[in-house]
């Protein structure tokens, strides 16, 4: 199972950016995809998640209103896409697949929103 983030980069604050994760050697369309974040020195935070087949969203309350979760399971691939960025959304960017027994992690995407 392989997850790659990719979409991060530089942004200035209030820009926006659609971060994507493709997940390959899996078929993930029944579990549910997640999106965290680890600010340098700080702890991994959840930002986000879809679940299958529900579809059901959740976002940590830091995000909400500026960021959407979204799956495409004919392609693999989950995204975030992100409004309104703020100093405080830098971070290095993960998303994960949990299953019933395993949970697996990419290698990050960085987000740097500076003007």
């Known amino acids: 199972v392989q997850l790659v983030e990719s979409g991060g980069g530089l942004v200035q604050p209030g820009g926006s950016l659609r971060l994507s994760c493709a997940v390959s050697?899996?078929?993930?369309?029944?579990?549910?995809m997640s999106w965290f974040r680890q600010a340098s020195g700080k702890e991994r935070e959840w930002v986000a998640a879809?679940?299958?087949?529900?579809?059901?969203?959740d976002y940590a309350d830091s995000v909400k209103g500026r960021v959407t979760i979204s799956r495409d399971n004919g392609k693999n691939t989950v995204y975030l896409r992100m409004n309104s960025l703020k100093a405080e959304d830098t971070a290095v960017y993960y998303c994960?697949?949990?299953?019933?027994?395993?949970?697996?992690w990419g290698q990050g995407t960085p987000v740097t929103v500076s003007s």
């Open positions: 879809i679940s299958e087949p529900s579809g059901r969203t």
């Open positions: 994960k697949l949990e299953t019933i027994s395993n949970s697996y």
């Open positions: 050697g899996f078929t993930f369309s029944r579990y549910v």
